[in-house]
Structure formats: structure tokens, C-alpha cells
């Protein structure tokens, strides 16, 4: 049997910010540079990271999307968790690209 991707993250990655590019280039698969290169600027990667209009996590997902996190079935506190960050992040992008975040661009 294949491993499922995120449990690859898991496995082959040591570091914290090993595990958050390994999981941006699963969530992301069909964007993996574009999306890296946009989080990093955003965050620099770190997944505690809270910006002046309180975004928040690897992606800096601003709370206006709180109510989107919670109809995929995470609290808005799992943001600073990088797997729930970037699935919400994610489904944004699914709806508006790479508009939503200043630093990124389509």
C-alpha cells in the first residue's frame, strides 16, 4: 500500500518547516512553487505567526474567512495549525487564486 501523502510529510520530514513545505506542495500539488513562494513572504512559514489585522498561521488567513474554517470543520484556533491553515487556505484559493493575499499574485 502507498503512503497517503500527509502521512509522507510526517514520515520524511524532521523539522517543522521541512513538514509545512511538504504539506504546501500536497495541498497545493497544482501550485506548489506559487503557493511556497506567496506563504513565504506571508509568514516567512510560521505557523504562529499573527499579522496587524490579526491574520493568522502560514497562509495569514484574516478573520473575515473564520466563518469558512468553521464550515470545514475546524475552530478558528486550529489556524495556527499549518495542515488546517492551508486547507483553508486552500478552498480560497479554489474560489479567488492567489488574490486574497498582498504579497502573492496569480
Not at 502507498?2 to 514520515?11: G, I, N, Q, V, Y
Not at 473575515?64 to 464550515?71: D, L, M, N, Q, T
Request: aromatic share 8%; with cysteine; hydrophobic share 40%.
Amino acid at each position: 500500500r502507498s503512503e497517503e501523502p500527509l502521512d509522507a510529510c510526517e514520515k520524511r520530514t524532521h523539522s517543522e518547516r521541512g513538514r509545512i513545505i511538504c504539506l504546501i506542495s500536497v495541498v497545493f500539488a497544482d501550485r506548489p512553487g506559487a503557493a511556497f513562494r506567496c506563504f513565504l513572504q506571508e509568514s516567512k512559514l510560521n505557523p504562529t505567526a499573527v499579522g496587524a489585522l490579526q491574520e493568522v498561521g502560514v497562509a495569514q488567513l484574516h478573520p473575515v474567512h473564520k466563518a469558512r474554517a468553521e464550515r470545514l470543520g475546524y475552530s478558528w484556533s486550529e489556524m495556527r495549525l499549518p495542515l488546517p491553515n492551508l486547507v483553508v487556505a486552500r478552498a480560497i484559493f479554489e474560489e479567488q487564486g492567489f488574490k486574497p493575499w498582498a504579497a502573492c499574485s496569480d
